[in-house]
């Protein structure tokens, strides 16, 4: 609160230092948090993350082409009236969709293998 004494000139430059303080302290923490997201892009770039860990990289790809190929061709039955159901033709859209999955799979493959590759190469180098 204001005193008698105070003069009304003083209380509202403080208010203006107060208000550019506060402005400074904004742009030092958007510079701050630009700076931080610039550091987190860089860190889990996908290449970074294959440069640093290669082996894992490929693993964590073999395991994930597995598990698809598995989930898209679909387990094996053994009662006779599944098997039945399995052999007959598949619809269209389930067979496109196997065979866009297959796809996806063989290029991830790819793709870890190469640079698995490159690291490895590099390394040698």
Do not use: C, W
């Not at 005193?3 to 402005?23: C, D, G, M, V, Y």
């Not at 290449?47 to 490929?58: L, N, W």
């Not at 290029?107 to 590759?117: H, I, R």
């Amino acid at each position: 609160m204001t005193t008698k004494n105070e003069p009304l000139s003083s209380i509202q430059a403080r208010i203006e230092e107060l208000q550019n303080t506060i402005s400074e302290k904004e742009e030092q923490i958007k510079s701050r948090a630009l700076h931080l997201s610039d550091n987190l892009k860089a860190e889990l770039a996908p290449m970074e993350i294959v440069k640093k860990y290669p082996f894992q990289a490929a693993g964590i790809t073999f395991v994930t082409a597995l598990l698809l190929t598995r989930t898209l061709r679909g387990r094996k039955k053994n009662s006779t009236l599944e098997q039945r159901e399995h052999s007959t033709v598949q619809s269209q859209g389930q067979s496109a969709l196997n065979t866009i999955g297959l796809d996806v799979l063989r290029s991830v493959k790819d793709l870890g293998f190469k640079y698995l590759q490159r690291y490895i190469d590099s390394k040698l180098k």
